[in-house]
């Protein structure tokens, strides 16, 4: 079942959950990351390490909600409740859980308890070793990619399984719903061995969100009491060892007892169990710690020691107290099955060899194996993308090269001069480009003073204070060249970079064009000037002309006249 997804608005690429993936159940597609449900033992370290918040937990929270209106709802609580919260005393965190709708609570040691005996007639087994089988996380990792030992694998459910079953003696009609800090008992109740016994889980994680919701106060709640509980051996079965120390720890001596928790820690033991040449009884565990470091309690503001400690403060506060007695018998026996589940077999070595050389693996020197795309080696990571795992790119030095490249391309190739300079002003990028601007050999110029240099000095016009750049023009005499500046200083590695954009045509064209447009203009006004003159002239001409003609034209007319009268 898919217990584990990613959000895709969330998820950034950073590949910190395949590092972290102690089975590399995890691909990226498409730059984003997803869970390969059949590879998935369920640990929760990619929920525990993911920094952006990315991963979404199949919840049973709405669906208990439901139960809790119609139903009668039976609660097995984990021995790991005390770490949930700084409270005054955990008893208060019953308190919480009345105050959600949860009437009956029993604590889960009780089945742990009925497991722990069930431990001690195994020990006496002929098996060569034992495994115990209580963590989900390493029953998970066994049947999956370990299945040769399963035979090894104690036959006994975990103490979840049986404390349900318990429950379902006790309330046949109910619903039983467990709270712990394990994300893989969220698979376990779907084993088709154990399917049915318990409806819902719930994590701790999942039980403060709903606090909150609730805008419940923690603190301010009473103490309750538990309506069964168990022993101190079972309260112990969080904590790595603790269902060993108090069951088959102080047995006959025919076993070596083995105690190992962490996923990764557990695989190396795995590698090289076949070595060993006694009998031995081994307690795993998949969270270092044991269960009282869960996933599911990652909300908590304990440390994982804080944890362990509050968990043994509970512990002696209940040293005293009698258990239930009215405990149902129970078959806890199971079994387990090998998972149908598709490896990363070899590649051949000629597409392994591709693949390298498609990450700029030419050679063993160029396998750094740093690790930042989450395989150990790059041939791993090349297995992955193989087996479409993974993703070329997800390379950082392949992708740093490529920028390399890209931007030595780009100072190589452009046309404008770039001059990068160290926190001295001594020049440490000198691009050919500026070599024909300044007039001067990189050769000649590298680890100078910039300013020494060249008799040049426009970084001078950066002010800090105003933020880390500047763009104007500036003008380079000994070349009689002018410049279009892009100045810039780069706080992180103390660098200042300059581009420098010939723009001496362009100014000088702009320059010949002005005086084009003055004589222009002065031309224009010349002629108009002249044009009003011979306009003045005329204006003249043209008045003198009219005034001589009306005198003749008025003597004509005189002379006309006083020939009439003399007729």
């Given at each position: 079942?898919?217990?584990?997804?990613?959000?895709?608005?969330?998820?950034?690429?950073c590949?910190?959950?395949?590092?972290?993936?102690p089975?590399?159940?995890?691909?990226?597609?498409?730059?984003?990351?997803?869970?390969?449900?059949?590879m998935c033992?369920?640990?929760?370290?990619?929920?525990?390490?993911?920094?952006?918040?990315?991963?979404?937990?199949?919840?049973d929270?709405?669906?208990?909600k439901?139960w809790?209106?119609?139903e009668?709802?039976?609660?097995?609580?984990?021995?790991?409740f005390p770490?949930?919260?700084?409270?005054?005393?955990?008893?208060?965190?019953?308190?919480i859980?009345?105050?959600?709708?949860?009437?009956?609570?029993?604590?889960?040691?009780?089945?742990?308890?009925?497991?722990?005996?069930?431990?001690?007639?195994?020990?006496?087994?002929?098996?060569?070793?034992i495994?115990?089988?209580?963590?989900?996380?390493?029953?998970?990792?066994?049947?999956?990619?370990?299945?040769q030992?399963?035979?090894?694998?104690?036959?006994?459910?975990?103490?979840?399984?049986?404390?349900?079953?318990?429950?379902?003696?006790?309330?046949?009609?109910?619903?039983?719903?467990?709270?712990?800090?394990?994300?893989?008992?969220?698979?376990?109740?779907?084993?088709?061995?154990?399917?049915?016994?318990?409806?819902?889980?719930?994590?701790?994680?999942?039980?403060?969100?709903?606090?909150?919701?609730?805008?419940?106060i923690?603190?301010?709640?009473?103490?309750?009491?538990?309506?069964?509980?168990?022993?101190?051996?079972?309260?112990?079965?969080?904590?790595?060892?603790?269902?060993?120390?108090?069951?088959?720890e102080?047995?006959?001596g025919?076993?070596?007892?083995?105690?190992?928790?962490?996923v990764?820690?557990?695989?190396?033991?795995?590698?090289?169990?076949?070595?060993?040449?006694?009998?031995?009884?081994?307690?795993?565990?998949?969270?270092?710690?044991?269960?009282?470091?869960?996933?599911?309690?990652?909300?908590?503001?304990?440390?994982?020691?804080?944890?362990?400690?509050?968990?043994?403060?509970y512990?002696?506060l209940?040293s005293k107290?009698?258990?239930?007695?009215?405990?149902p018998?129970?078959?806890?026996r199971?079994?387990?099955?090998k998972?149908?589940?598709?490896?990363?077999?070899?590649?051949?070595?000629?597409?392994?060899?591709?693949?390298?050389?498609?990450?700029?693996?030419?050679?063993?020197?160029?396998?750094?194996?740093?690790?930042t795309?989450?395989y150990?080696?790059?041939?791993?990571?090349?297995?992955?993308?193989?087996?479409?795992?993974?993703?070329?790119?997800?390379?950082?030095?392949?992708?740093?090269?490529?920028t390399?490249?890209?931007?030595?391309?780009?100072?190589?190739?452009?046309?404008?001069?770039?001059?990068v300079l160290?926190?001295?002003?001594?020049?440490?990028?000198?691009?050919?480009?500026?070599?024909?601007?300044f007039?001067?050999k990189?050769?000649?110029?590298?680890?100078?003073?910039?300013?020494?240099?060249?008799?040049?000095?426009?970084?001078?016009?950066l002010?800090?204070?105003?933020?880390?750049?500047?763009?104007?023009?500036?003008?380079?005499?000994?070349?009689?060249?002018?410049?279009?500046?892009?100045?810039?200083?780069?706080?992180?590695?103390?660098?200042?970079?300059?581009?420098?954009?010939?723009?001496?045509?362009q100014?000088?064209?702009?320059?010949?064009?002005?005086?084009?447009?003055?004589?222009?203009?002065?031309?224009?006004?010349?002629?108009?000037?002249?044009?009003?003159?011979?306009?003045?002239?005329?204006?003249?001409?043209?008045?003198?002309t009219?005034?001589e003609?009306?005198?003749?034209?008025?003597?004509?007319?005189?002379?006309?006249?006083?020939?009439?009268?003399?007729?």
């Amino acid at each position: 079942m898919s217990i584990i997804n990613f959000s895709k608005n969330k998820c950034r690429n950073c590949y910190k959950c395949i590092r972290k993936c102690p089975v590399k159940a995890i691909k990226l597609k498409d730059k984003h990351a997803q869970i390969i449900q059949s590879m998935c033992i369920g640990c929760g370290v990619c929920i525990a390490t993911c920094p952006h918040n990315a991963k979404e937990i199949h919840s049973d929270v709405d669906t208990i909600k439901q139960w809790l209106k119609t139903e009668q709802v039976v609660l097995s609580l984990s021995a790991v409740f005390p770490t949930a919260y700084y409270l005054d005393h955990p008893r208060q965190y019953l308190g919480i859980l009345r105050e959600l709708g949860f009437t009956i609570i029993e604590e889960t040691s009780i089945g742990a308890e009925v497991v722990a005996k069930a431990y001690a007639d195994e020990y006496r087994s002929d098996k060569k070793f034992i495994i115990s089988s209580s963590c989900a996380a390493i029953k998970n990792l066994i049947e999956i990619y370990y299945p040769q030992y399963l035979s090894s694998l104690s036959r006994q459910v975990s103490p979840m399984i049986a404390h349900g079953k318990i429950l379902r003696e006790k309330y046949p009609n109910a619903k039983i719903v467990y709270a712990g800090s394990c994300l893989a008992k969220k698979m376990e109740v779907h084993d088709k061995d154990v399917r049915g016994i318990i409806d819902g889980v719930l994590t701790f994680d999942e039980i403060d969100s709903w606090i909150k919701k609730e805008n419940i106060i923690p603190n301010k709640m009473p103490m309750e009491e538990f309506n069964a509980i168990g022993t101190n051996t079972g309260r112990l079965y969080p904590i790595t060892g603790g269902l060993a120390k108090n069951s088959v720890e102080n047995l006959d001596g025919s076993r070596k007892i083995l105690r190992i928790d962490g996923v990764k820690d557990c695989m190396e033991f795995l590698d090289e169990i076949h070595q060993l040449d006694k009998k031995y009884w081994i307690e795993m565990n998949a969270c270092e710690e044991g269960c009282v470091n869960g996933p599911g309690n990652i909300h908590s503001p304990l440390s994982k020691y804080e944890k362990v400690e509050m968990l043994q403060t509970y512990i002696d506060l209940n040293s005293k107290k009698e258990p239930s007695t009215d405990i149902p018998a129970v078959d806890t026996r199971r079994s387990f099955h090998k998972r149908p589940v598709h490896h990363l077999g070899e590649v051949p070595t000629e597409e392994l060899e591709k693949i390298l050389n498609q990450m700029s693996k030419f050679t063993e020197r160029d396998e750094l194996n740093c690790g930042t795309c989450g395989y150990e080696t790059c041939r791993d990571k090349a297995r992955a993308v193989y087996w479409n795992m993974a993703e070329l790119d997800m390379c950082l030095p392949l992708i740093t090269s490529k920028t390399e490249a890209i931007s030595n391309l780009i100072i190589t190739t452009t046309p404008n001069a770039i001059a990068v300079l160290d926190k001295k002003f001594r020049i440490i990028e000198f691009n050919a480009a500026a070599e024909r601007l300044f007039n001067m050999k990189k050769e000649d110029v590298m680890r100078y003073n910039f300013v020494d240099a060249l008799d040049y000095n426009p970084f001078r016009k950066l002010n800090h204070d105003r933020g880390n750049t500047y763009t104007g023009k500036g003008h380079y005499e000994r070349e009689n060249r002018t410049f279009m500046e892009i100045l810039t200083y780069i706080p992180e590695q103390e660098l200042y970079m300059g581009i420098f954009i010939d723009i001496t045509r362009q100014e000088k064209q702009e320059q010949d064009m002005q005086k084009i447009q003055e004589e222009t203009l002065k031309m224009a006004q010349r002629v108009i000037d002249k044009q009003m003159r011979v306009a003045h002239e005329i204006a003249g001409l043209l008045g003198e002309t009219t005034a001589e003609t009306k005198v003749t034209l008025t003597k004509l007319q005189k002379v006309v006249t006083s020939r009439e009268v003399e007729v």
